[in-house]
């Protein structure tokens, strides 16, 4: 069955950087646009940037644009989040998906804090 297993969260300084991955298994990885979401308390789940299956084309909210940049590697069959110039309203708990499952991981904690 689908699994995502999200890891590499963790707390940031303001400006600072994380990068996110995504182990996918279950199905096959490289026919699947993927996307990052993220929830933080109180909050919707929103989504915050997709990939397509090959990794050529991507979209981010506008909130992240031009600091988080998504990317996969279909050969190791995961998928990455690169976090830069994080913000405090970048706390939330990250999570994987694949857009053609309900399926979701565990997600991964991302604290910005000074």
């Known amino acids: 069955q689908v699994q995502l297993m999200e890891s590499g969260g963790g707390l940031a300084q303001p400006g600072g950087s994380l990068r996110l991955s995504c182990a996918a298994s279950?199905?096959?990885?490289?026919?699947?646009?993927m996307s990052w979401f993220r929830q933080a308390p109180e909050k919707a789940r929103e989504l915050v940037a997709s990939?397509?299956?090959?990794?050529?084309?991507?979209n981010y909210a506008d909130s992240v644009k031009g600091r988080f940049t998504i990317s996969r590697d279909n050969a190791k069959n995961t998928l990455y989040l690169q976090m830069n110039s994080l913000k405090i309203e970048d706390t939330a708990v990250y999570y994987c998906?694949?857009?053609?499952?309900?399926?979701w991981g565990q997600g991964t904690q991302v604290t910005v804090s000074s």
């Open positions: 279950g199905f096959t990885f490289s026919s699947h646009p």
């Open positions: 990939i397509s299956a090959s990794g050529g084309q991507t």
């Open positions: 998906k694949a857009q053609m499952y309900t399926k």
